[in-house]
């Protein structure tokens, strides 16, 4: 409670300090909490294509950054999977993958996607 001095006066300019002050700090604080960090943006729009079934390829046609292609390869032989990556490319570009074809070892895409950097 305020205590009541110089018949009152001296109290009401304390509590008139006070809440300045506190209004003061919530300003200062509240717009430095208010203020917005710019937007990262990232690729966008983003389609692929597996052809046959060892290549698959990616684009993004909007956003802003750089993206490449994943595929996540089922080694046939050995029923087991590896990750494999395209190159890094910016927006409106192909980037591909192939998933290893040879004698001894034959890989198909079981998924892929875009890893967006």
Known sequence: ?????????????????????????????????????????????????????????????SGTGTYRTWA????????TYVYRYGSWVGIGNFSSVTCVRSSTRAEVVATSGVQKG
């Open 1 to 61: 409670m305020w205590k009541k001095t110089d018949g009152g006066r001296l109290a009401t300019a304390t509590r008139k300090m006070a809440v300045g002050a506190v209004m003061t700090l919530g300003l200062t604080f509240g717009s430095v909490a208010v203020v917005a960090s710019p937007a990262y943006a990232l690729p966008t729009n983003c389609s692929g294509i597996t052809f046959p079934n060892n290549f698959t390829a990616w684009k993004c046609t």
């Open 72 to 79: 996540k390869c089922l080694n046939l032989p050995t029923n």
